[in-house]
């Protein structure tokens, strides 16, 4: 197989929770995919990322560090103005911006031995994939994720399914740390329910999220037979029991079993003509002060 890709982006900021910037980047990439066998498979790929970001004044100084730094890319300062101790009278602070040109080399594998690709009840995906910013490029960084669904029948159409990821990242060579646009960002129904989606991370100097550089969850899932519907509905809906567990942390040397979070719960998740609805209603454990906790959750797109 062959896929092209062709992408532009303009933001300013990663998702609800995190502080502002400017970014705007555009690119493309190709991935040859390769069957080994009826359910193994590997890809291959290269994609080149032209990016640039900028602060804002209230950005926080994590960014404005990484921004400011000659080794992630070329700087600019500019001029801006910004509130001083009086609001009223603007204050001229210069404030980078940051241009680069990534090439980035891409591999995979897959193990699929799924009975279906939506609501499977039997079978596991597992999947495989690294990609580094190559030394020709701007910046030169690495990004590596493990995850896998795993669905077991239990009989009397209860299944047990399990979904789990473990994500890491750094740089190497002159650029200083993992771009802030890479980093991994979990909670959510897509991640850990019951907290805000993106909020398990470390926090910026504004006390939002920042993302890390390693990421870890699993989420168990015990799936009841569908009672509702007859046999017509039998692929369309699902309902879970759920526990949740997991975070990000800024480095892999940072983790520790005290900052893994917590959640149990009921999920519905239902296959409509615009996509998968999941609805999931949470209890989170083991939570800290701070923690952005959000007990009902809706998605689109996801199905587990």
């Given at each position: ?42 890809s ?10 900028a602060p ?59 009975n ?6 039997r ?23 493990w ?8 009989g ?33 129904p ?9 909020t ?17 969850w ?14 017509s ?21 940072d983790f ?25 209603y ?23």
């Amino acid at each position: 197989s062959r896929t092209v890709n062709l992408f532009y982006q303009q933001g300013n900021r990663y998702n609800i929770n995190t502080s502002s910037f400017l970014t705007r980047n555009y690119g493309a990439k190709v991935v040859y995919g390769f069957p080994l066998s009826e359910v193994n498979r590997y890809s291959l790929g290269l994609g080149y990322r032209h990016g640039m970001m900028a602060p804002y004044c209230s950005s926080p100084i994590e960014f404005k560090n990484f921004v400011g730094n000659p080794a992630n890319g070329r700087v600019e300062i500019n001029p801006s103005f910004c509130p001083g101790l009086d609001p009223t009278v603007p204050v001229n602070v210069p404030l980078p911006t940051l241009t680069y040109d990534n090439i980035m080399g891409m591999i995979g594998f897959a193990h699929d031995t799924r009975n279906r690709t939506v609501l499977p009840t039997r079978g596991t995906l597992q999947q495989l994939q690294l990609r580094v910013a190559l030394p020709i490029g701007s910046e030169t960084y690495y990004k590596a994720t493990w995850s896998q669904f795993t669905f077991v029948p239990l009989g009397a159409g209860f299944v047990y399914g399990v979904n789990s990821l473990v994500g890491i990242g750094g740089a190497y060579g002159d650029t200083s740390s993992l771009p802030p646009y890479e980093h991994f960002f979990a909670g959510g129904p897509s991640s850990v329910a019951g907290y805000q989606s993106g909020t398990l991370t470390p926090l910026d100097s504004n006390g939002l999220s920042y993302g890390g550089e390693f990421a870890t969850w699993v989420r168990n899932e015990l799936i009841i037979p569908n009672f509702l519907g007859g046999p017509s509905a039998q692929h369309s809906y699902r309902v879970a029991f759920f526990l949740d567990a997991g975070n990000v942390f800024a480095t892999p040397g940072d983790f520790s079993w005290d900052g893994i979070r917590g959640s149990y719960g009921i999920a519905l998740t239902w296959l409509t003509p615009l996509g998968a609805m999941r609805f999931s209603y949470a209890i989170p454990f083991h939570y800290q002060p701070g923690d952005r906790l959000e007990r009902f959750q809706f998605s689109l797109g996801a199905y587990f």
